[in-house]
């Protein structure tokens, strides 16, 4: 392989000295911005310590400064709806984005880096659609570009393949993270809650985004999948790169059959380094879609809206990461930790290292990805039946590695499932069966793959 190094800067990163305070602005003060000023002004002392300076915030930027105004904790501080000229201020020399979106907050951190200023952002909509235009601001600034609230709120991921997986060769990165849509399936699956009063639920809790549309159609999860194959894999892996489907098309019978074959239907993200029979790396495949897991598999047990990540390394084997993935405190925890390390860094010099999209493996289409379906039909009861759909199978040469009939009203119920196959094979048979004369109805196609 030829060399190719990390972009950035030479020289070194002074540091102002310890002892200096580093002044931070803080872009929005909704679920997650007002819980890392809590814990900014609770922690203080803490925070200081470990940062060798007090962390001084500068001031709040929201949408609507009348609706802040008089809230406790924002005493002193500069509220206002000009988030520009609060990064502009001489004295911020970090910025914390936590407004979400893409276009305007894309703006905002590229103001922030361009003029010297580390940036820490929960954002993965922003990160995922324009990390090369970001890092490459945050090299050519020499300053850090943190975000590790943007996949999995609390759980640390993101720092773990930057820093403590550097040295290993990741081969896949599966689970759950995205919160919303756990909580969605868990309570339909375990307390039989409507998916309308679920969602509610989750919005309420501040676990859903502004516009739940990116948790329940996967674009969130597309997001944080993008994110970890470009982190794992040194490859940059963009949201448009990730095959998504969300959980908007799993219906309570969907849930319920599950339930009777004792597994567990989840919104899985999935990153794969791909390989030929020599072991060479042939692509990288990041998707996201519904999967039914095995009840004895651990990511069927993560309810509420917990977040699991599987990662398997070639040296280090299989981990397995759980916690909070989702929430004001959970996110804020990992918006301080980045926090942290961007003042430090102000303190007493350096900078953490960058995203290495080295690799440059190609992004491999899903349809070329071997996968599993579990496929649920309505079909004509007649004697031959079983074997003329047989037959569509063995055609696309798909073997099947269990089939179930059950007797119903008009017609029968057949539940086929398959041996892994390529993607795109899957995906013909699926058709054809939908127009065969026998199919009365395909009424659902799960694929599994945890
Ligand atoms: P909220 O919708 O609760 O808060 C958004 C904040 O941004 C509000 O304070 C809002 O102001 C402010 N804002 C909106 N537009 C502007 C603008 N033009 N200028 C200045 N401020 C503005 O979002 P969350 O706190 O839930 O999420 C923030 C980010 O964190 C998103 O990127 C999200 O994806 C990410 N995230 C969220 C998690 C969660 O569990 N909620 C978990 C992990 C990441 P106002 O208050 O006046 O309306
Ligand atoms: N809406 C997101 C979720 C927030 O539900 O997982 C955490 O990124």
New binding site residues.
Partial sequence: MTARYAEGRNGNYPGKGIGQEVGVAI???????SEVLRLISEFSENLENRIGGPIAVRGV?????S??QGSPGLENLQLT?D?RSLIDRDDVEVVVE????ID?PRELVLQALNAGKSVV??????VAAHADELSRAANEAGVDLYYE??VA?AIPVVGMLRRSLAGDQIQRISGIVN?TTNFILDAMATTGMSYEDALAEATRL??A??DPTADVEGH?AASKAAILASMGFHTRVTYDDVYCEGITKITADDIAAARQSNETIKLLAICERLVDDTGATTGVNARVHPALVPNDHPLASVDKSYNAIFVEAEAAGRLMFYGNG???AP?ASAVLGDLVGAARNKIHGGRAPADNPYADYPVVEFGEVLTRYHINMTVNDRVGVLSDLAREFAEAGVSLSAVRQEESGDGAHLIVVTHEAAEKDLRRIVENLSEHRDVQAVDSVIRLDA
């Fill in positions: 872009l929005g003060k909704g679920t997650v911005g930027a929201v949408s609507d400064v609706k802040h709806d988030a936590l407004i979400g979106g305007y952002t929960a954002n993965k909509a922003l609230a943007a709120a919160g501040g676990y985004e502004a969130d989702a929430g004001g996110t």
